[in-house]
């Protein structure tokens, strides 16, 4: 079969790979129809997530139809569409008994790497490095569910495939990152990043009852997303002084649940932009969080800071005294899709959101280099390139 793999730092390719097949008695095969870019893609093709081996094949965010079943899938059969979480998980594991799947004890196929670098193994997730399994990911025609019956979520009828897709990553990630952000009536929200999860986390925020929604960003085309699609006023970091403008947004106080849906790579102006890239190029810090930094002098007194922007590492000049003596409140993590992904799917088929809005280009597996370039360089006003396999 043709499948998208990481060659390298950025560079990938379209190759002649084996099919997979069934290995444990549990697993699924699917047909894949449609699979996303995603922005944590990114930091795997920057080099920046070690674990990666030339010819591993790459995508996590995907949807369509099982063509074969383990013996002991009983839940799931042929024709089945259905969409994929993007993390794996046991669903008979402590972590997983307490809806926080991507903490799965049992999921992650090489858990020597993330027992070293974070003193317990966490989950493992499709296409994204040896650190988190070293599944083959979902850029392809047809990839191996481990655990399919926890993994796997039927798409209702009348849900097309473009809107189900976005319901295995993007939306459950952003939806977590506005749970996590602990939402009270009538709060101002403020997300960094108005790429496809910052935009799902704006969606999410109203469900879960904000009174304001804030989107800052860098790109012209993508706050207009945020402003059209999300109904969020909207902050370009490259032309106003963020933290001056939140304050004066909200009567000197500061907003209530600031959001960072933008993680390790994160853009910023002056000297903090240059002291950032010269320690990641050094590698004497892993990741650049001037979000997060920023989020935490944003952040109201007693206020809440979730990140679900990607971090792999260690980060520096990280603002505890502001956190300690502000009393802030984080939340962060993976995402727990399978505990979201049902809700979503049930708020898309009542069209309470429908994130098809996302896909801005479809593409055939042999334009890999094309969408990913694409997609990170942010050209043709590009949201997310989605792979079509099947055409
Ligand atoms: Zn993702
Ligand atoms: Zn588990």
């Given at each position: 079969?043709?499948?998208?793999?990481?060659?390298?730092?950025?560079?990938?390719?379209?190759?002649?790979?084996?099919?997979p097949?069934?290995?444990?008695?549990?697993?699924?095969i699917?047909?894949?129809?449609?699979?996303?870019v995603?922005?944590?893609?990114?930091?795997?093709?920057?080099?920046?997530?070690?674990?990666?081996?030339?010819?591993?094949?790459?995508?996590h965010?995907?949807?369509g139809?099982i063509?074969?079943?383990?013996p002991?899938?009983?839940?799931?059969?042929?024709g089945d569409?259905?969409?994929?979480?993007s993390v794996?998980?046991?669903?008979?594991?402590?972590?997983?008994?307490?809806?926080?799947?991507?903490?799965?004890?049992?999921?992650?196929?090489?858990?020597?790497?993330?027992?070293?670098a974070?003193g317990?193994?966490?989950?493992?997730?499709?296409?994204?490095s040896?650190?988190?399994?070293?599944?083959?990911?979902?850029?392809?025609?047809?990839?191996?569910?481990?655990?399919?019956e926890n993994?796997c979520?039927?798409?209702?009828?009348?849900?097309?495939?473009?809107?189900?897709?976005?319901?295995?990553?993007?939306?459950?990630?952003?939806?977590?990152?506005?749970?996590f952000?602990?939402?009270?009536p009538?709060?101002?929200?403020?997300v960094?990043?108005?790429?496809g999860?910052?935009?799902?986390?704006?969606?999410?925020?109203?469900?879960?009852?904000?009174?304001?929604?804030?989107a800052?960003?860098?790109?012209?085309?993508?706050?207009?997303?945020a402003?059209?699609?999300?109904?969020?006023?909207?902050?370009?970091?490259?032309?106003?002084d963020v933290?001056?403008?939140?304050k004066?947004?909200?009567?000197?106080?500061?907003?209530?649940?600031?959001?960072?849906?933008?993680?390790?790579?994160?853009?910023?102006?002056?000297?903090?932009?240059?002291?950032?890239?010269?320690?990641?190029?050094?590698?004497?810090?892993?990741?650049r969080?001037?979000?997060?930094?920023?989020?935490?002098?944003?952040?109201r007194?007693?206020?809440?800071?979730?990140i679900?922007?990607?971090?792999?590492?260690?980060v520096d000049?990280?603002?505890?005294?502001?956190?300690?003596n502000?009393?802030?409140?984080?939340?962060?993590?993976?995402?727990f899709?399978q505990?979201?992904?049902?809700?979503?799917?049930?708020?898309?088929?009542?069209?309470?959101?429908?994130?098809?809005?996302?896909?801005?280009?479809?593409?055939?597996?042999?334009?890999?280099?094309?969408?990913?370039m694409?997609?990170?360089?942010?050209t043709?006003?590009?949201?997310?390139?989605?792979?079509a396999?099947?055409?």
């Open positions: 079969m043709k499948a998208i793999c990481w060659e390298g730092i950025n560079k990938v390719s379209t190759e002649r790979v084996p099919d097949s069934i290995l444990n008695p549990r697993d699924a699917v047909r894949v129809f449609l699979s996303s995603c922005g944590s893609d990114l930091h795997l093709l920057g080099g920046y997530i070690p674990a990666m081996r030339a010819g591993d094949i790459i995508g965010e995907f949807m139809e063509v074969e079943v383990g002991e899938v009983k839940k799931l059969k042929k569409r259905v969409v994929v979480c794996l998980s046991c669903g008979g594991c402590e972590f997983c008994q307490r809806e926080e799947y991507s903490l799965c004890d049992n999921s992650n196929a090489e858990p020597e790497w993330t027992e070293k974070y317990y193994p966490v989950a493992g997730i499709f296409g994204y040896h650190a988190l399994g070293g599944y083959a990911g979902s850029h392809a025609e047809y990839t191996r569910i481990p655990f399919a993994t979520f039927k798409v209702p009828d009348g849900v097309s495939n473009e809107s189900a897709l976005f319901t295995s990553d993007a939306f459950p990630t952003g939806y977590m990152a506005a749970d952000a602990g939402i009270e009538g709060d101002t929200v403020v960094w990043g108005a790429g999860v910052g935009l799902m986390a704006m969606h999410s925020a109203w469900l879960l009852g904000a009174g304001r929604v804030i800052i960003d860098q790109y012209p085309y993508r706050l207009e997303q402003r059209v699609r999300a109904n969020a006023e909207t902050l370009n970091f490259k032309e106003v933290l001056q403008a939140l004066d947004m909200t009567g000197g106080r500061g907003p209530d649940r600031c959001i960072d849906c933008v993680g390790m790579e994160a853009n910023s102006t002056g000297i903090e932009k240059i002291y950032d890239y010269a320690k990641q190029y050094a590698r004497l810090q892993n990741d969080p001037a979000v997060l930094r920023q989020a935490i002098m944003a952040c007194k007693g206020g809440t800071v979730s679900i922007g990607v971090y792999g590492g260690f000049k990280f603002p505890m005294g502001a956190a300690m502000k009393g802030l409140t984080f939340r962060m993590g993976q995402q899709g505990r979201y992904i049902p809700k979503l799917l049930d708020i898309v088929a009542k069209g309470e959101v429908d994130p098809a809005y996302l896909l801005t280009h479809k593409l055939s597996l042999d334009m890999g280099q094309e969408g990913y694409m997609f990170k360089d942010k043709n006003n590009n949201m997310r390139s989605v792979f396999p099947a055409g």
